[in-house]
């Protein structure tokens, strides 16, 4: 029977937001980051050594519907990997219950989870918090093209939210989250596959078209190849702005694209990633000049926590691809600053003197700092409420609740 699945998401104080997994028959529960930044899910194995995987491991033998593969994995994130192989059995998340789905069972992982404190699937940012949740693998919602299986072999297979579609499971072929901010920590956020929660978001929702990607693939034979299609949760965007009384004089200090740009929305990230010079922008009309470094370790701006309190981060989207720049009616997302300002000396900012700014500048070696395309992560998806749709292949956005931002 069709239905809607609804479960809480754990927020860790905005550095990770993490959902209950249930693998195998009986099943064994897991909890993992909720990432629509990648597409695999992967649990611990057996054979993963305590320094790489130091909590619970799925037992393979303990599982009547459990079917081992040769197929193995290695997924490269921002900072931090996973290498294992495939496996399929009974998943179910949110009461929904998927047969037969493609997983991963991690052998060995590096900059992952060795950290509890420090846990960021894409970035491994330290955020100081004090949660006794620990992520123990990755539940990742993006498109099959996005699987590690794809760009190994060109042979694709349905993420579980996808098999929610295909084995009939759920009334409309969309999931939404729902994140909360990051002062409500604990079992604050949701997730629901199937539909959407009105009482979560303020006003309407607003669709924009999934980006499409052309990848050059190399598969593990030196075999390359162009794929064309969808891979990432990416929406087109037009511009970035800054809206401080301060020192704006009320009026946004914008930032516009020469081109179309794409905006990966990534819950697997903690911190926003843009180029260098765009977030030197961006922080500069926060606090003002000189009022921030940039820490060398973990390559995020360190700000007075009370420096950035009456402003908002704004970014301009577009529908479709069809929109040429500057020639259509935007969509503007507006965040507020109190959720761009972390404290890293405890979970309370106005108890602590210095911040992490929740927009940082792209790594040296991160893949997108010569490509179009910019990473939105969960210090500004917090003040959204998200419905992504399979079946029409958009996202749409509203204004969470409880926040005070605006789309």
Not at 136 to 149: E, H, K
Not at 265 to 289: K, M, N, R, S, W
Request: hydrophobic share 35%; charged share 15%.
């Amino acid at each position: 029977k069709r239905g809607l699945f609804k479960d809480d998401i754990y927020n860790d104080f905005g550095s990770i937001y993490m959902i209950d997994v249930s693998i195998g028959t009986p099943p064994q529960t897991f909890r993992l980051a909720v990432d629509t930044g990648s597409a695999d899910l992967w649990v611990p194995g057996s054979d993963c050594p305590p320094n790489s995987c130091p909590c619970t491991k799925f037992d393979e033998s303990k599982s009547k519907t459990y079917q081992s593969s040769t197929d193995s994995f290695a997924i490269q994130y921002g900072i931090g990997s996973v290498n294992g192989s495939y496996a399929t059995d009974t998943i179910t998340i949110a009461g929904a219950t998927v047969l037969g789905q493609k997983f991963g069972l991690a052998s060995v992982t590096a900059d992952i989870m060795e950290q509890p404190d420090m846990i960021d699937v894409s970035n491994n940012t330290s955020i100081n918090g004090t949660s006794p949740v620990i992520m123990n693998g990755i539940f990742g919602l993006g498109y099959p093209r996005l699987t590690r299986a794809y760009s190994q072999s060109g042979n694709a297979y349905n993420p579980f939210v996808f098999n929610l579609v295909a084995q009939n499971l759920i009334e409309n072929p969309v999931f939404s989250i729902f994140l909360n901010s990051i002062s409500e920590a604990d079992w604050s956020g949701e997730i629901l596959f199937g539909g959407y929660d009105q009482n979560k978001f303020i006003g309407n929702l607003t669709y924009l078209d999934v980006a499409g990607l052309t990848a050059k693939i190399t598969s593990e034979d030196s075999t390359t190849r162009m794929s064309n299609g969808y891979y990432y949760w990416m929406v087109y965007a037009q511009g970035i702005g800054v809206k401080n009384p301060l020192t704006t004089n009320g009026k946004p200090m914008t930032w516009g694209m020469s081109e179309l740009g794409a905006f990966i929305l990534d819950t697997g990230t903690t911190l926003t990633y843009f180029p260098e010079l765009i977030t030197t922008q961006i922080v500069t009309a926060f606090v003002g000049a000189g009022k921030f470094t940039l820490d060398p370790q973990y390559n995020v701006y360190i700000i007075d926590c009370a420096a950035a309190t009456n402003s908002s981060f704004q970014f301009e989207l577009i529908l479709s691809k069809t929109a040429q720049v500057g020639n259509e009616q935007p969509i503007i997302v507006s965040v507020p600053a109190k959720e761009l300002v972390i404290s890293m000396e405890g979970n309370s900012v106005e108890n602590s003197h210095n911040c992490m700014f929740g927009i940082a500048p792209l790594g040296k070696s991160s893949s997108l700092r010569s490509s179009n395309m910019y990473l939105i992560g969960d210090s500004v998806l917090r003040s959204l409420y998200m419905v992504y749709d399979m079946g029409k292949n958009r996202v749409g956005l509203a204004a969470n609740k409880n926040m005070g931002g605006t789309v």
